[in-house]
């Protein structure tokens, strides 16, 4: 990767990201950083991304996801002197191997990748690094209620709320018919923690050797945020499911903040030990806050989440630092043109 | 209309509204685009407006709604040069008649609100666009769940939610017997959507030719989003209301987008070919998410609506476009001065 | 305190306040305005404010908040010329009595501190203003549904809903056991308004005579908000609880906004009225707005809340006065910074 970035011309960087999740956002960021950017987008979504042609230098259009790894798009990327930012779609799109083999400079950890993609290695990593997490039962041992969730399956797929063991049997059962898992050893069975859910949105400087806090949210999911206006009656009848449709602004109450970073310092100390150089800009820690006050962190992403896309102008918290429209796409473009003025780029790179 | 306009002083165009809705937010982005405002106002609520007296230059004062089009506000907008906005609670105010006729240019599609005030036109141009809608039901051919409305009430007033044709039948006699409707014909029962809500603010341009995404909203319901507050021992004695007090940001999966995009594309083409010159401004797309992502379309407005008030800085859509803030109001005002700027206003007015 | 004042170096007035609630927003409102600032801060908390340093120019760090109100701080506060920010969370950390006989200039009116700890006289505050509020009902004159609150508790604690006369008595006698209230005089039973939840903020400006809405807010509370979100065959054994642990933003139906702001002049008024000069800057009500449109408010603050630390980079409201980023922070900074320009800065001092 160092031999790529030697070979970049520097003063004609671009940024080039993946037609999806929070592309916008990048792209709009990169812009007011004054970089030419790159959009890798599949064919039968060119049409929607034409509409923000403004933010957009150039497009690389595929026919399935693929393709992003092939050598025409990689050969094209390196001559555009570009350096990829993976986002929460891409690996879903690339696959991890190829994620993980792209010869291409990324903005990011590209070792957390295959941490991300195993359910018990992420807990296990989020254990170790200091942060508290779900109880986790085996299915012999369950305290209800609890949440089952299919490590394979994507967004929130399958996933069921059970109180009983008897529940519990039956959904996993239930989901092997439905071929979402192999064998019932698939299914992850979490304390079901009581409380409300929170997403917080870090971003760790390797230039300023800071961690920034730069948003947080809620998710908006159908259909089970849409069963609670019904009368009990009727939502009865109806499973609720989880899928993520999209993010609602939140601020946390300031005497949490202190909790929330000190999960956010040791996430950047853990990730710095394990996998050296450590995280590298955006991260997200997923969480319910308990009736005590006490946060547990259920789930991470270890890059930019969509709920940064609520925070074009900047969020409440980015204010704090910044005092003008510092969206998380602007601040890895920001973090990226700091970097080239230093002239340690290869810092920030994997 | 052309000759009233071919009468006015392009120089002193003033940008008038009523003073309700979305009044403050059309007559700050009036303001800050330059244009001289004036607000008809009930003299009840003068005070208020009074409050906000740095965003309005004239106040036309009146007893009540229907004396906005008497032929003295009519000739004292004309001579202010004039260019009315009407908002969502206009055609309420002003009556459906009386706001086809007004003699006075106003930004947005006159021909639209026809359409808009009859429950069954509106979803027939809906499907007739190519965008999804509920299915409606005869009420001998219901098939549960399903929602039941009344068109000509106000604000979602006596709207239910029924599990079985019993339900359906009793509620309609209620309505009758509250004198909500006249006869059983009049209720509107539609497939009850399970998902999430979700309104899209959009704006068309004719000057640029260009469709954009200013927003998106959840509308805070009273009392149905304090019910789910409840114990459900308590809240099961309670009916369920959908009065629409305030509204909530969202923002959208960004793989929803191209959907929603195609949607109000779609809503652009179909008012072009119907009621031409077509769609001018702003419109609303009033949506329910599906699990599978399924976007279905239950309801529009054809002008500003009033989720657009959380945006008065602009939106994470609007700084994709226009980096600065840039609400629907403002960005009506601006609509308004690039047609005056390049000599094309009355493409704009109807 | 006119004479702390008159010994004050007007040109050297630093902003202070304590490490928690809102002080964040505070310190960048008074940064962004030309303030020196000073934090009181906790030594366990300080690792965490030092992640802001940018913020802050000074800190007192304290062992316990009870030393605020030591010699030694308050000497060091006047010595920087300090003008105390209350928020919050001041009274319940520094105590009433202190927090009364600080010999501190602070920026609020302090008059009303302990009206505000009295759950009592708070409502007839309220009432007497010609503000609507829930009906207070005795022991032995319960019409249900009721909230039972208890006036000493935190944030909630113990707060119950109840649908009999019988499950009122249960739950004050279990809070008795409990501790949390000695007797059952001290147990406030209040009419519980159906309705939905809505925070309005305020700023009154003596420089400017001028009552200002800067926004609005919904609570995010554990773990009322998360049993919304679980089947009702789970919820149902779990009691819900109201910690707030968030906020999250909300703009008002625009024909709501003369009631609100109606009220917010008469609480103005009546602060004027009983407690001369009257409320100085930021004060929030707190209410339920019912589908009829009516709102009940239950509850006051007489100084900043925390639903403003949404609004850092101004709100929907805030940017229809100012068209620059107007926290609440900032707001009370300007307002000092205003009185300061005109001489009349012990106006607004207390």
Redesign the interface.
């Given at each position: 990767m160092h031999e790529i970035i030697e070979n970049y011309d520097l003063d004609r960087i671009s940024i080039a990201t993946l037609g999806?999740?929070?592309?916008?956002?990048i792209l709009?960021g990169a812009k007011?950083e004054g970089f030419t950017t790159v959009l890798i987008v599949e064919r039968r979504?060119l049409?929607?991304y034409n509409?923000?042609r403004?933010?957009i230098d150039h497009t690389l259009v595929v026919d399935s996801w693929r393709e992003v790894v092939s050598k025409n798009i990689m050969n094209r990327l390196r001559s555009m002197n570009s350096i990829l930012i993976p986002h929460g779609?891409f690996v879903e799109y690339v696959g991890l191997d190829r994620a993980e083999s792209m010869e291409i400079p990324m903005f990011g950890l590209r070792g957390l990748l295959r941490i991300e993609a195993d359910q018990r290695r992420k807990m296990k990593f989020l254990a170790d690094a200091g942060i508290k997490i779900p109880k986790e039962y085996s299915i012999n041992n369950v305290v209800p209620?609890v949440i089952v969730k299919f490590p394979g399956a994507k967004g929130g797929k399958g996933y069921f709320?059970a109180?009983s063991i008897e529940d519990v049997k039956k959904g996993i059962e239930r989901a092997i018919k439905q071929g979402i898992i192999q064998n019932p050893d698939e299914a992850l069975i979490q304390e079901?923690i009581?409380?409300?859910?929170?997403y917080y949105h870090f971003f760790y400087s390797p230039v300023l050797d800071?961690?920034e806090l730069l948003g947080?949210d809620?998710r908006?999911?159908?259909?089970?945020?849409?069963?609670?206006?019904?009368?009990?009656?009727?939502?009865?009848?109806?499973n609720?499911?989880f899928?993520?449709?999209?993010?609602?602004?939140?601020?946390?109450?300031?005497?949490?903040?202190?909790k929330i970073?000190?999960y956010g310092l040791k996430f950047v100390r853990k990730s710095k030990e394990d996998l050296p150089p450590g995280i590298i800009g955006p991260f997200c820690l997923e969480s319910?806050?308990?009736?005590?006050?006490e946060i547990i962190v259920f789930e991470f992403s270890g890059r930019i989440v969509?709920g940064t896309?609520?925070?074009?102008?900047?969020s409440?918290?980015s204010?704090?630092?910044w005092?003008e429209?510092m969206s998380t796409g602007r601040r890895i473009a920001r973090e990226i043109r700091m970097a080239i003025d230093r002239g340690i780029l290869d810092l920030i790179l994997t």
């Open positions: 999806s999740h929070s592309a916008l956002q709009h007011l979504r049409w929607f509409q923000f403004h933010l779609s209620p709320i109180n079901y009581v409380g409300v859910p929170a800071r961690l947080a809620i908006y999911e159908s259909n089970v945020d849409g069963l609670k206006r019904l009368p009990a009656e009727i939502s009865k009848y109806i609720p499911s899928v993520v449709v999209g993010n609602i602004p939140l601020v946390l109450r300031e005497s949490l903040l202190p970073m000190d319910i806050i308990r009736e005590d006050c969509a896309n609520i925070y074009v102008m900047g409440p918290y204010w704090l630092y005092d429209p």
